[in-house]
């Protein structure tokens, strides 16, 4: 039946105040439900993602997690970070940091998780592993939007490079890398390579300047 003048408005009001009364505790007990293996979910997420810049090549190439490490979320100095962002050339941040334990407590290494906004197609967020005694174990790129058989392929070519190698500063080359501190571009994607390569070094001075020594213990 249709409804008209002030009784039906008050009405009509009531009844979209009724829905969306019902709609939010129906959302609000869905969030509830989901917000645990959600955070679980992403509590293991980042556990396997910090777990892989760690991980140890055997006699058989084969990569295994380092065992019974652990990962404490550390506090980003804003400070140094800020420091180092007006004085480098590069486009990038640190997002998280990540104290890696052994078991019994002591400090194996950490993990940096990087932003990059020097890529090709956008930005290239990735995780980075750095032992105490100043060894890249590896990275891991977490984000990427680059081109379709040429950028893309970071994680084929360029990741496997920044395994277990020692050096506080990397450069892109394209003719073939003689020295551990040297990364061979991707073929016809010089700027994703160096967009990853100046990433890993950003990761590296954050290091040096807050991380070396165990100061984020």
């Known amino acids: 039946m249709k409804r008209s003048g002030i009784k039906g408005i008050i009405i009509d ?10 709609a939010g505790g129906v959302l609000g007990y869905v969030y509830e439900l989901t917000k645990g293996p959600i955070e679980t979910q992403q509590k293991h997420k980042m556990s396997a993602a ?4 760690f991980a140890e ?8 997690d380092v065992t019974g490490l652990t990962f404490e979320k550390s506090t980003v ?5 800020d420091n180092i962002i007006g004085t480098s050339d590069t486009k990038a941040t640190i997002d998280e940091v990540y104290v890696a334990k052994k078991v019994g407590g002591s400090v194996y ?3 940096i998780s990087v932003t990059t906004k020097e890529g090709y197609g956008g930005d290239i967020h990735l995780y980075m592993g750095v032992t105490t005694d100043e060894i890249v174990k590896g990275i891991s790129i977490l984000e990427i939007h680059e081109t379709p058989g040429l950028g893309m392929r970071a994680s084929e070519v360029l990741v496997p490079q920044f395994r277990n190698v020692e050096g ?10 003689v020295m551990d501190s040297e990364i061979d571009a991707i073929t ?5 390579s160096k967009a990853v390569t100046r990433a890993v070094n ?4 954050y290091f040096e300047e807050v991380l070396k020594g165990g100061a984020a213990e």
């Not at 016809?188 to 994703?192: K, L």
């Not at 950003?202 to 001075?205: D, E, S």
Request: glycine letters at 8%; charged letters at 15%.
């Open 13 to 22: 009001t009531l009844i979209i105040f009724a829905i969306t009364f019902v």
């Open 50 to 53: 910090c777990s892989d810049v």
């Open 57 to 64: 090549i055997d006699e058989n190439g084969e990569l295994h």
């Open 77 to 81: 100095d804003q400070a140094v970070l």
């Open 109 to 111: 290494g950490y993990v």
């Open 168 to 177: 506080t500063e990397f450069t892109v080359t394209k003719q073939g890398a």
């Open 188 to 192: 016809s994607a010089t700027i994703t």
């Open 202 to 205: 950003f990761g590296l001075r």
